[in-house]
């Protein structure tokens, strides 16, 4: 029986569920830098530095769908993260960002390339991904 289908659906309906990524960095860091330090704590399996990219109202449910995920997994390698910020006006910006990502469980191991945008919000000076339709 393959799981991918339903593993990659869940996946799907955790992030769906979270909506948007956001930044928990001080000062200084751009929409991309968000983007990447969201992906890059997915790829480690990170359930709370992921949540803590995202705005405030979203993370809870975010990580606790996403620490089901990683649950069910037995590895995810996330590579070749490109970003590009395709606005920036005032407290809004959109980046568009792309990368691979390999998923293992039950013995099997499932590639597939990601591209998305986000849509972030500056909040008390940092960069939020807010974002309803991210990763769908």
């Given amino acids: 029986m393959r799981f991918w289908p339903s593993l990659l659906a869940v996946l799907a309906v955790v992030l769906l569920a979270g909506g948007s990524l956001a930044a928990c960095g001080g000062e200084g860091p751009g929409p991309e830098d ?3 330090g969201a992906v890059k704590a997915m790829g480690d399996r990170d359930g ?3 949540a803590s990219y995202f705005v405030e109202d979203m993370r809870a449910e975010l990580e ?3 620490e089901f995920f990683f649950a069910m997994i037995d590895e995810i390698k996330i590579s ?3 970003t590009r910020l395709v606005s920036e006006s005032g407290d809004s910006a959109v980046v568009e960002m792309e990368f691979d ?5 039950f013995d099997e191991t499932e ?5 998305d945008t986000a849509e972030l919000v500056k ?3 940092k960069w939020l991904i807010h974002d309803e339709t991210f990763f769908e």
């Fill in 34 to 36: 968000t983007v990447r």
């Fill in 48 to 50: 709370e530095k992921m």
């Fill in 64 to 66: 606790e769908g996403m």
């Fill in 80 to 82: 070749n993260i490109e």
């Fill in 101 to 105: 990502f390999e998923i293992t469980a």
């Fill in 111 to 115: 590639t597939e390339h990601m591209e």
């Fill in 123 to 125: 909040v008390d000076g």
